[in-house]
């Protein structure tokens, strides 16, 4: 199964959450993982002023069945569920449109003996090596905005901050060895409805002696990859392995990250499997 954490959203909700409670809060952490959201992503949330309104939309409201359709508006499956009368919500949907040109339907790829539908892309793509992981690291950049699709074979499934870890150190020292001259891959068809178990219990302080805290949090990925030049990204996917004639060839699971230019923290980390690779 597939697995994803698209940071930005959470930030953006969590900003949202401010507004709602007329000033700038202080919110402490109840985990390890809560903490290492707060001093890695959260204290870099002036960055998201690199999204545009139509990328990174955000809603909060006391009244939970407005917030429920706005989700079901937004074209999402996910509802929360009733609050106390004094609580409320926030709902973030971050879409993302990742440009190529030279892409169309290949042949069919093959993964443990099953077949799957493939994309090929012809462009002049970078190839990179991290001094931090033994794999190849491919990066396919938009013909728009200033955002890159990283992508490199995982080895083993990895989740939530776990999955934060490994991409991270893949990150670091990355530096460019070759190139080739084109990239297929498994086209992607994913919805997914994760619980944010790790984000429950976050808290902040309240006039007097109460506290808000977060009770429900949950996280929806819808992917389209298909044959075409346009394709929504609402968050990532992709592996590879060296193919021939100068091409990289995508046909196990593997890890994605995207970046966007001054953005310090990638939007989307992503492990996809055979699970999503569909047309």
């Not at 959201?37 to 809603?59: C, Y």
């Not at 966007?260 to 990638?266: D, L």
Request: proline share 4%.
């Amino acid at each position: 199964m597939s697995y994803l954490m698209v940071i930005p959203s959470i930030i953006s909700m969590l900003l949202k959450s401010n507004e709602m409670l007329g000033e700038e809060k202080t919110w402490v952490w109840v985990n390890d993982w809560q903490k290492v959201f707060l001093e890695n992503f959260f204290s870099k949330k002036a960055e998201l002023a690199e999204f545009s309104q139509k990328e990174l939309k955000t809603w909060a409201s006391s009244n939970i069945e407005e917030l429920n359709e706005i989700a079901k508006d937004q074209g999402l499956d996910i509802a929360l569920n009733d609050l106390s009368p004094e609580g409320f919500g926030a709902i973030s949907v971050m879409d993302i449109l990742f440009q190529w040109t030279n892409g169309k339907a290949e042949t069919i790829l093959t993964y443990s003996g099953q077949e799957y539908p493939a994309l090929k892309i012809y462009s002049r793509f970078c190839i990179k090596t991290s001094s931090a992981y033994p794999y190849p690291v491919i990066a396919l950049r938009s013909k728009t905005v200033g955002d890159t699709i990283y992508m490199t074979i995982a080895p083993e499934k990895q989740v939530s901050f776990y999955l934060i870890d490994k991409i991270e150190k893949i990150r670091q020292n990355l530096y460019r060895t070759t190139s080739c001259d084109y990239l297929k891959f498994p086209m992607i068809d994913m919805n997914h409805i994760e619980s944010l178990d790790w984000l429950l219990g976050l808290w902040t302080p309240d006039k007097g002696s109460s506290r808000w805290e977060i009770a429900q949090a949950w996280q929806q990925t819808k992917i389209k990859i298909s044959a075409g030049t346009e394709d929504i990204i609402t968050s990532g996917m992709f592996a590879l392995r060296i193919g021939e004639e100068k091409g990289i060839t995508i046909r196990d699971p593997f890890f994605l990250w995207i970046e966007r230019q001054g953005v310090s923290f990638p939007l989307v980390y992503a492990y996809i499997d055979q699970s999503d690779w569909k047309s």
